[in-house]
């Protein structure tokens, strides 16, 4: 998409009244077909419709499959004076549409770091404690 549609706060809120318009990462997307469908309920995105659900939409956790399912609702951009952070993308979508790079490293360090405090834990509590 060389030339998306850019957004304001305001145009997205009015929109908002026919609409179900979110704003995800500086990128406008219009979920309304996606009501039914939605997993955690269609109230759920009526409660963010009109304003800028990142912080919403990151605290649930969302799968990379629902992360590329988010690119058939988008409609375009939010305009740069209104973004929160300068930085467009997500560090969970990528650019390139490629492979999630960094996501694959850090899936392996979420069960790496823990198993190995877990065995510290063991090895320490065995060493002191079972003597």
Known sequence: ?????????????KKADGKTLVVIHNSVYDVTEFLNEHPGGEEVLM??????????????GHSSDAREMMKKFKIGELH??????????????????????DTSNSSWMSWLAPLLLGVFATLIYRHFFLK
């Open 80 to 101: 740069e004076d209104d973004r929160t952070t300068k930085s467009k993308k997500s560090p969970w979508i990528p650019s390139d549409g490629g492979e999630h790079g």
């Open 1 to 13: 998409m060389a030339s998306e549609k850019v957004f304001r706060l305001e145009e997205v809120k």
């Open 47 to 60: 409660e963010q419709s009109g304003q800028d659900a990142t912080e919403a939409f990151e605290d649930v």
